[in-house]
């Protein structure tokens, strides 16, 4: 069995550091906002270039909480890709606002910044790019949209810890960068967990109110706020990892041009690299009309892979009423019919990848 990620070679790889990491939070019983959460904000912090990090307690807490310093709310219009997890577009709706959504580039997945300015109207407040699988989004294109516009840029970087573009940590462009510690991310703890990189000092205080039931002074609330805090045992298991991170993420990298060498180009369309971008891989997705018949095989032989996305947000049900829902986005659900995401994870062995190939290229 090869399966999509597999957490229990990698806790084999860290486990003394893990163990030890997490039998000192409770030694030291502080729970809730101790000294963990606050190195990581300040490593995290750093590594993007010296804005402020603030732990909140999911991604997709992170993009609601960032949204909302932002001072989007009901009526206003955010611009995003129909073509990610929901979370991205669900947070939008539970503030009052409305999701638009744009559609996508065939190569990268990512929102097509050149079909962005169509959808602006005087009510677009913001816009969030994904730099979905790992892939940056077109920063430049979009950052020139926001300053012409006055929009708010809020980063979707779930999939992206350590992606860059032209030399600059995806992130760091916008207003917020948003980041997600779910288990199977590159980043990722042992649980929930989340974090936002903001660029404006006063943005980031709004932030760490809103996180903490809008309080700074016990039982003194200034707004209405949250409860989502990072969890001070996911920080110290995270900052394990986090030593790490350049390291799984040049072999996800390698394992990529593994993949890529070895399949078949003329059967199915391979992830790209853009110029300029360093892609890391969170997920390998290549794209095939045959699909269905490539996972039944990889299936038979005992190999796991995923659709990410069956079906993108403007199809969905729950966005039924949202503007342009129902609407073509021809590219967007076109991938959806034939992205397929294959095993990807640090420790995946070239054997292993070798095997994967060959029932991918018999199947395709």
């Not at 903490?212 to 995270?238: C, F, M, P, W």
């Not at 110029?275 to 045959?290: D, E, L, M, N």
């Not at 729950?318 to 076109?334: D, H, K, P, S, Y």
Request: charged residues 20%.
């Amino acid at each position: 069995m090869i399966p999509m990620v597999d957490l229990h070679r990698q806790y084999q790889q860290l486990k003394p550091d893990i163990d030890a990491a997490i039998q000192d939070v409770l030694n030291q019983t502080q729970f809730i906002l101790g000294p963990n959460v606050a190195a990581l904000e300040k490593e995290v912090a750093a590594y993007h270039g010296g804005a402020c990090a603030i732990g909140v307690a999911s991604g997709t807490d992170a993009l609601l909480l960032a949204l909302r310093a932002c001072g989007i709310g009901p009526g206003d219009e955010v611009i995003t890709t129909p073509f990610t997890f929901i979370a991205t577009a669900e947070v939008v709706a539970l503030l009052g606002a409305v999701p638009v959504f744009v559609d996508i580039e065939p190569d990268t997945f990512n929102i097509d910044p050149e079909k962005i300015e169509e959808k602006i109207t005087p009510r677009t407040r913001a816009i969030i790019p994904v730099h979905l699988f790992g892939h940056p989004a077109g920063m430049d294109a979009i950052m020139e949209l926001a300053i012409k516009y006055k929009l708010k840029i809020i980063e979707d970087c779930a999939q992206a810890f350590g992606a860059e573009y032209h030399g600059k940590k995806a992130g760091a462009f916008g207003d917020c960068g948003c980041f997600s510690f779910f288990p199977s991310k590159n980043l990722a703890g042992y649980g929930d967990g989340g974090m936002i990189v903001a660029n404006d000092g006063e943005l980031a205080k709004k932030i760490r109110i809103l996180r903490n039931h809008g309080s700074t002074v016990k039982y003194h609330h200034s707004l209405i706020g949250y409860n989502s805090r990072l969890d001070e045992i996911q920080a110290a298991i995270i900052r394990v990892k986090f030593r790490h991170i350049d390291r799984f993420n040049a072999s996800r990298h390698a394992n990529a041009r593994i993949y890529q060498t070895l399949l078949n180009a003329g059967a199915v369309a391979l992830p790209v690299e853009r110029p300029g971008c360093r892609h890391v891989f969170h997920q390998f997705t290549i794209r095939s009309a045959r699909r269905d018949r490539i996972m039944a095989a990889l299936q038979e032989k005992g190999i796991a892979s995923a659709v990410y996305y069956p079906v993108p947000l403007h199809l969905q049900e729950a966005f039924a009423g949202a503007a342009g829902a129902g609407n073509r986005l021809t590219c967007a659900e076109a991938c959806a019919r034939e992205v397929l995401s294959l095993p990807m994870f640090p420790e995946l062995s070239q054997d292993e990848i070798r095997t994967i190939c060959d029932v991918v290229n018999h199947a395709a």
